[in-house]
């Protein structure tokens, strides 16, 4: 874990967020919380990640999401030196 991030106001932020019970108490918090850019970033950055696993390549990802080749490679990076929290959810959404 980067102890940058860990403060008690991004562990009041995840408490929020856990706090969250379906996909429509997503939409609202989500939408109350980040710009429609930011979350569409997010949700980008999320979908490059699972096309990575899915060994698609970059030219595949970007035409598909629109990310840069910047971005795929920022994800890429992250799935392969990262704290593994792409492929802890993976794994729970594939239960």
Request: with cysteine.
């Amino acid at each position: 874990m980067n102890k940058k991030i860990q403060t008690s106001a991004v562990d009041h932020l995840f408490d929020a967020i856990l706090c969250l019970e379906n996909k429509e108490e997503c939409y609202s918090f989500f939408e109350d919380l980040c710009t429609v850019n930011e979350l569409l970033s997010l949700s980008q950055r999320y979908e490059v990640a699972s096309m990575l696993k899915d060994k698609k390549t970059y030219l595949e990802i970007a035409e598909k999401t629109g990310a840069s080749t910047a971005t795929i490679s920022r994800v890429n990076r992250s799935l392969n030196y990262g704290n593994d929290g792409y492929e802890l959810v993976f794994g729970r959404l594939e239960q």
